[in-house]
């Protein structure tokens, strides 16, 4: 993995502080968000790994985790972070800049009546589509 | 005592004995909720993305029609209060979203944060207060074992919120109290269920789902009550998943409890299917 000095300051790290309006250089990698987090056992780049790779401008590598569609914005971290750094906002800035991309979709109407069937409640289906589509 | 209220998609369908027993128990309080005219989906999830304005418009209008007649916004669906009560305290804090959010929606009023939103829980603490429910409480549930679980929008953010303590809250706890049940300590009450993960990763839900059941089983739990329509179905499907379609610990929402121990009406036995 190489770091440039322009992965450091480039458009795209300048995209996500504007999208969460969140400053991750806060972040001293204490670890708090990742031993609070309830769902860190199905992710492969830990939360507080995702705040470092982003200090370190290596925004391709946080994009194409599986990390930023398993967190489900329970806020625990942000809660408990000694920083106040809005971790499930930087989530929602990486989700959306995917999800912005014409034609990218993480929730398909197919997958509709499997979850329908199954009795789940609007409020599920909603907040589905909110976070895997858009 | 009169208020506005906001009660959410959920309600009007998957969740409808929620807001059932929620209105039922209020009538009986003589609590008087109006249902705004003219509500709409609050959109389900808390729109982080400070750059866009759209997903806090619906919220707002409620908002500005609570503000009109006077009263405090009432919720009851946890989602709905949390959407609300953080677009509230974004029309406050952030001049710059304020502004676009009324010049697009084009208001008689400008709206800019005025209305207190109130979840059920907190109407019947701060407003009615706990002591005089425990006057009315005809049915007390003494003796029954009785594990709340708070999930995550009522507490957090913390700063937003302050609904309660968000680490060690104890408003559910006090409320089963109330009723004359016994409230039940585990360390899981204010985990994260797993939300919206079902949708697509129900098996990382149903650990997560294992791990909160198991733990008030442990503690003595002889039934966990919630106060969100999704924590409800994870608890109540996803327990199923990993115990083979055994229902080990029953799930209630709070206002059932409420209309059972007013005496309005009992429990149905099982609650197996939504």
């Known amino acids: 993995m190489k770091i440039t000095t322009q992965s450091l300051c480039g458009t795209m790290v300048k995209e996500i502080a504007a999208i969460s309006g969140e ?5 001293y990698q204490c670890g708090k968000c990742t031993a609070a987090c309830p769902v860190n056992m199905a992710m492969d780049i830990l939360p507080h790994q995702v705040l470092r790779f982003l200090q370190l401008g290596l925004v391709e590598a946080v994009l194409n985790c599986n990390t930023i569609w398993i967190c489900a914005s329970c806020f625990t971290c942000a809660g408990r972070c000694p920083r106040g750094v809005d971790l499930p906002g930087v989530m929602e800035a990486l989700r959306a800049i995917l999800l912005r991309k014409r034609g990218f979709s993480r929730f398909k109407a197919g997958d509709m009546p499997r979850v329908l069937n199954k009795g789940m409640p609007e409020q599920g289906i909603v907040s589905g589509f909110r976070k895997y589509t858009k | 005592m009169r208020f506005s209220y906001y009660p959410g998609c959920t309600l009007k369908t998957t969740a409808a004995v929620l807001e059932n027993s929620a209105l039922k128990a209020a009538r009986a309080l003589g609590i008087e909720l109006l249902e705004q005219e003219e509500w709409q989906c609050c959109g389900a999830v808390f729109p982080l993305t ?225």
Request: charged content about 25%; aromatic content about 6%.
């Open chain 2, 50 to 274: 400070v750059d866009e304005i759209a997903p806090f418009l619906s919220s707002v209008r409620s908002l500005a029609a609570a503000k009109d007649t006077g009263e405090k916004l009432v919720t009851l669906c946890a989602a709905c209060h949390h959407v609300l009560k953080r677009a509230n305290h974004v029309m406050k804090t952030d001049k710059d979203v304020c502004n676009k959010a009324n010049n697009y929606l084009q208001l008689p009023d400008q709206y800019r944060g005025g209305t207190e939103v109130i979840h059920y829980l907190e109407l019947l603490r701060d407003e009615l207060g706990f002591s005089a429910l425990a006057q009315k409480v005809k049915k007390p549930l003494t003796g029954q074992k009785i594990a709340a679980f708070y999930g995550c929008l009522l507490l957090r953010p913390p700063a937003v919120m302050q609904f309660d303590n968000a680490e060690n809250p104890s408003i559910m706890e006090d409320f089963l109290r109330t009723l004359g049940a016994t409230a039940v300590d585990y360390p899981y009450r204010t985990e994260c269920c797993g939300v919206y993960l079902s949708v697509q990763n129900e098996e990382i839900v149903a650990g997560m789902v294992e791990k909160i059941i198991n733990s008030a089983l442990r503690h003595g739990a002889e039934a966990i009550v919630d106060a969100c329509p999704l924590c409800h179905y994870n608890l109540l499907e996803l327990q199923q998943k990993t115990t083979h379609g055994k229902l080990t610990l029953p799930v209630y929402y709070f206002t059932e409890l409420l209309e059972e121990a007013l005496g309005l009406e009992d429990r149905a036995e099982e609650k197996m299917a939504i």
């Open chain 1, 23 to 27: 400053n991750v250089a806060k972040c």
